[in-house]
Nanobody
């Protein structure tokens, strides 16, 4: 398995979750890592991405609530999600590309996040 996510679950609105993704060393080194999400009946959306130098960018809808981070020593990338909203409900996928600015070519199996009261 090249990418494996964990940390999804059910949470009430306003709650928090942290997603984790472990990558194989051959992929993680130098890679741009990202989190995507896909809600039922919708296309896949880029949520956040982070480069090896720790620079990151986010989709507008999660700015100020989500934080992407990476541990280059442990081949891990995280997505800390705070103040979750029902619209954040989706399957979340970890992705990687070895070349910045190109299509993501490595994908995890996904982890479900459900925000509901």
């Amino acid at each position: 398995v090249e990418l494996a996510e964990s940390g999804g679950g059910v949470v009430q609105p306003g709650g928090s979750l942290r997603l984790s993704c472990v990558a194989s060393e051959s992929i993680f080194r130098g890679a741009v890592m990202a989190w995507y999400r896909q809600a039922p009946g919708q296309g896949r959306e880029l949520v956040a991405e982070i480069r090896h130098d720790f620079s990151a960018n986010y989709v507008d809808s999660v700015k100020g609530r989500f934080t992407i981070s990476r541990d280059n020593a442990k081949n891990l990338v995280y997505l800390q999600m705070n103040n979750l909203k029902p619209d954040d409900t989706a399957a979340y996928y970890c992705a990687a590309t070895l070349t910045a600015g190109t299509q993501y070519t490595y994908w995890g199996q996904g982890t479900q996040v459900t925000v509901s009261s």
